[in-house]
């Protein structure tokens, strides 16, 4: 199993920014992909971003454009940066790491994003 914290999540508001910290117990080269998902109340677990480990990201329709994962492989860090916040997207955002072990990968606490006026 892979530990993982997330941080950085708030309350902001809409067309704002935030940017989300996840720290990895594991080297993050080593690592199937690492993914970002998120839950919001009345809604379905939801895939936000991943990226394989040859370092192809894909991105939700509802976010591309605004969100970005990157990582740090020095630091074990994944990052989402959230720019021009919705209302929509305030949910619980989760850093994952899917099949790391298989089959249901590692996931971590989750962090509270709000966005609202």
């Known amino acids: 199993q892979v530990q993982l914290v997330e941080s950085g999540g708030g309350l902001v508001q809409p067309g704002g920014s935030l940017a989300l910290s996840c720290t990895v117990s594991?080297?993050?080269?080593?690592?199937?992909?690492t993914a970002w998902y998120r839950q919001a109340p009345g809604k379905q677990r939801e895939l936000v971003a991943a990226?394989?480990?040859?370092?192809?990201?894909d991105y939700a329709a509802s976010v591309m454009g605004r969100f970005t994962l990157s990582i740090d492989n020095a630091k074990n860090m994944v990052y989402l940066q959230m720019n021009r916040l919705k209302p929509e997207d305030t949910a619980v955002y989760y850093c994952?790491?899917?099949?790391?072990?298989?089959?249901?990968?590692?996931w971590g606490q989750g962090t509270q994003v709000t966005v609202s006026s």
């Open positions: 994952v790491t899917p099949h790391d072990p298989m089959p249901f990968g590692s």
């Open positions: 594991r080297r993050i080269s080593e690592l199937y992909a």
């Open positions: 990226r394989a480990s040859d370092g192809t990201t």
